[in-house]
């Protein structure tokens, strides 16, 4: 009978734990993030428009999935003013690469 090596098998749970911990807590902050918009959202457009949210017994009705919708879009949208703010790309297109560049020689001179 071989006897088990406690060492081994106490690095590979610590293995396990570092491969997952971190999807795990994504898929957490994901799920949370969605849930978190869609409570406040029947709120937020019922004080907006307060006769479109409210069904016949004037109840709040819910949006389920708009939190799917909002959280993609939210980036996308301030994407473009954010980068007309900062980045003057399209005004001199050869410093598009400059931070990209000066983040890998950084990073070449730690390793």
Excluded: C
Excluded at 21 to 38: G, L, Q, R, V, Y
């Amino acid at each position: 009978m071989r006897s088990i090596d406690y060492k081994r098998l106490f690095q590979y749970f610590l293995q396990g734990i570092l491969i997952l911990a971190p999807i795990s807590i994504t898929i957490w902050a994901i799920a949370a993030a969605f849930n978190f918009i869609d409570g406040i959202l029947p709120n937020l457009v019922h004080a907006l428009f307060p006769s479109s949210m409210e069904d016949s017994e004037g109840h709040l009705r819910r949006i389920p999935g708009l939190g799917f919708i909002i959280i993609p879009a939210f980036p996308a949208v301030i994407k473009k003013p954010h980068n007309n703010l900062f980045f003057d790309g399209h005004k001199n297109p050869s410093n598009k690469n400059a931070n990209y560049k000066s983040i890998t020689v950084q990073l070449k001179k730690v390793i």
